[in-house]
């Protein structure tokens, strides 16, 4: 029996930090590098080692930066054409269970966070990417429809570090050396 592939959701922002190639600067070092964070999960899902699903609201919702909306619009299009993407229709279910989700006390919970909340919660996806704090601080406290509680975490896939990728590269490349001869 073959087995599924894990399967992840993205909201909006983590398209965006994609789409925008985002880096967190602070003090003029880097202490987040969001593209290289979703490029590793986008990696995973081209070797068919993982799924993402996001909800076809994300399709208008990503062009509400500024910077993404001056892009090119059948490059934001693109990103969404893949077959490891799998487009969750923002339906009856999902809106219901958004409402419930703003009506269950979760603070400052707004109508967009509340939909990919109620998308993958639905959907029974193995964890729920975001950059978004609010939504990372709902950690373990949203109901999944299989009872279990929704892992919200930042991009990660397990990737290796490019640098690690490269010498196992290198080492794949390593021949032995010349052996002598032996009829000398």
């Known amino acids: ?46 070797d068919n080692k993982l799924e993402i699903l996001t909800s076809s609201f994300c399709l208008a919702e990503v062009c ?8 090119v619009p059948d490059k934001i299009a693109a990103f969404f054409e893949n077959d490891y993407i799998l487009l969750v229709a923002l339906d009856t279910f999902v809106g219901v269970r958004a409402r419930a989700l703003m009506l269950g ?25 975001t950059f978004d704090g609010a939504l990372l601080n709902l950690d373990g406290k949203i109901d999944k429809a299989d009872g279990t509680k929704l892992k919200i975490c930042k991009p990660e896939a397990g990737a290796p570090l490019p640098l690690f990728g490269f010498l196992r590269e290198e080492e794949s490349k390593q021949v032995e050396p010349d052996k002598p001869d032996d009829k000398e």
């Open 1 to 46: 029996m073959a087995t599924l592939p894990k399967r992840v959701y993205w909201d909006a922002c983590s398209w965006i930090a994609l789409i925008q190639q985002e880096k967190i600067q602070k003090d003029g070092k880097l202490i987040e590098d969001r593209e290289l964070l979703c490029r590793a999960v986008i990696e995973m899902a081209k």
């Open 64 to 71: 509400k930066n500024r910077d993404v909306r001056d892009q």
């Open 105 to 129: 006390g979760y603070a400052g919970l707004k109508p967009p966070d509340a939909c990919h909340l109620a998308t993958a919660a639905i959907s029974n996806v193995d964890e729920m990417h």
